[in-house]
């Protein structure tokens, strides 16, 4: 969904062709007096490009130690895995953009033109909705392992042999639902700065065709996948509290984690705008209500992105087979690192990688069970 298309911690034009959501400088009062929200600007200019680099070095390396970690030390043995994987490689895609998000808020306008804003708003709109449809997915791989256990081998071994027609269809759905980011969105000058907001087609009303875009983005990226992990993780939680297993309750420990922290991230976000969205057009709405929304939009919005940096967090701290991959995949890197640093005539600091410890441990990791290392 291109949450982006409402990002409104701006000013609100109610008389022009136009309805704009990222003028910081000005709302118009209900009196026809100036509102300034030059303090949220200020504000967001001190504030924002820090966070967003500290979470653009962060996601990066957390994640692409993520997709290291999935790929060369303990390849995905379940679906679950496999989503988990591909929402790292969202998440690597996205925190990649945040430099240029870091940079509009530092110069306070918009510097790369329409390609660079359809690209920025697109690619955070393809990671939020792969984001939602992957954890549904996930929810619905946690549902047949745990309610359907009588036929899961079977079914999660289907649905890993078709993983790619899996992951393909999430994808162009993720693409499908975020085309109106890509599409709509265009730099253009706005009270005397470049900004990049959603521009429609001339001779479409404003007001109602944003309304509609959010209302059916909602909908299919946000409701629909929210809706379908909740029922699955409902029969989940009914079937474990009739099992005494304890291993099967430890094997969703990570998985609703990660629902539980994007949904803590990004709801507050999809409220903050929702609320903007009920405000557009409405007559009586005061000055500190404004500077207040605006307020909520930029720290949500923040907290939105911060997402990308917890999932490894997660895993490291939650998952027991993870955590110790994922050490191991950093242990490697920096020994790696080391071995670039010393002369031919230095000897191998990594030579450990290749001792018989490491082979009867590769061999002792190739008899683990199909469950996912994760849990």
Known sequence: MSWEAMNSTSSYATGGEDTTFTDYSYS??????VCSLESVRNFSRSFLPAAYGLICVSGLLGNLLVVATLAFYKKAKSMTDVYLLHMAV???????TLPFWAAEHALGEWALG???CRLVRGLYALNFHCGMLLLACVGLDRYVAVVQATRSFRLRARALAHRRPILAAVWTLALLLSAGAFAFHRSYPLGGRQVCELSLPAGWEPLRWKLLLLGLQLLGGFFLPLGVMGACYLCVVLSLLRSRNAKRRRAVRVVAAVVLVF?????PYAAAL???AARLGAEGRSCPGEQRLALALTLTQALAFL????NPLLYAFVGQRFRGHFLRAAKDLWCLRGASGTGAGAGP???WLHSDTAA???NSEAADDASSFTM
Do not use: N, Y
């Open 307 to 310: 997402h990308c940096c917890l």
């Open 28 to 33: 118009e009062d209900p009196d026809g007096t």
């Open 90 to 96: 969202a998440d690597v895609l996205f925190v990649l």
């Open 114 to 116: 329409d390609a660079g």
């Open 274 to 276: 929702l609320a903007t």
């Open 360 to 362: 009867s441990r590769q």
């Open 263 to 267: 949904l803590g991230c990004q709801v």
């Open 349 to 351: 600091p990594c030579a």
